[in-house]
């Protein structure tokens, strides 16, 4: 049974270019969410897609949007990158109706 | 930010003791949830609890959510090598607008030595 899967692992950008992070679900999970990790901290949530749909967002301005594909997999795009973006993308997926979420291993993000 | 405060900020034991940390928020979850982070990897899901009062265990692990719903606390029963890691305790308010948003504490890093 493939679990959450991420790619790519590390990225490194330029401050005011644009990202896009992928993520494909656990088998049979129907919600994907995103999450920023800073170093030495936990995971601040982004947003959930479900139904190719945002149906929650944490507290990230417009430069942060996401999509999610009729498969479920989903991707998570920055624009006009800041130094500060710099972080772990965590990728979970979940049920719908089910409150556990399993976390793929991340994308590492540096912006320079 | 992160409205959840996790203790321990870390820990340093002797393999075969026990260890445990707790994680209090300002606001009532209906969900707690307990992972487990590697360096270089994502969080593994550990317990999940969902009713005040509830006892969990897997293995040596032991989680409880607490009666007032604003807390939650994580036991490790002898603690082997492997046991290295930071533990994060994650929660969920029970509120409309809340559903699906995970708050997660600060982490509290174990280092186990022989």
């Known amino acids: 049974d493939a679990g959450v899967t991420q790619s790519p692992t590390h990225l490194i950008k330029t401050r005011g270019q644009q990202v896009t992070l992928r993520c494909s679900p656990k088998s049979g999970h129907d919600t994907v969410s995103w999450y920023q990790q800073a170093l030495g901290q936990g995971p601040q949530f982004i947003f959930q897609?479900?139904?190719?749909?945002?149906?929650q967002r944490g507290n990230f301005p417009d430069r942060f949007s996401g999509h999610q594909f009729p498969n479920y997999s989903s991707e998570l795009n920055v624009n006009a990158l800041l130094l500060g973006d710099s972080a772990l993308y965590l990728c979970?997926?979940?049920?719908?109706?089910?409150?556990?979420?399993?976390f793929g291993p991340g994308t590492r993000l540096t912006v320079t | 930010g992160q409205q959840l405060n996790q203790s321990p900020q870390s820990m340093f034991i002797q393999e075969g003791e026990d260890v445990s940390m707790n994680c209090t928020s300002s606001s009532i979850f209906n969900t707690w949830l307990w992972y487990k982070q590697d360096p270089g990897e994502g969080p593994v899901l550990l317990i999940a609890l969902y009713k005040a009062g509830e006892l969990t265990s897997n293995g040596r692990l032991t989680a409880q959510f607490g009666i007032t719903r604003k807390d939650s606390f994580l036991n490790i029963s002898a603690s082997i090598p492997s046991d290295v890691g930071i533990y994060f305790c994650?929660?969920?308010?029970?509120?409309?607008?809340?559903?699906?948003?995970?708050?997660f504490g600060a982490g509290t890093q174990v280092v186990v030595t022989p």
């Open positions: 994650a929660g969920q308010e029970g509120t409309t607008d809340s559903w699906g948003k995970l708050q």
């Open positions: 897609y479900y139904e190719e749909e945002e149906r």
């Open positions: 979970a997926s979940s049920f719908v109706q089910r409150h556990e979420q399993y």
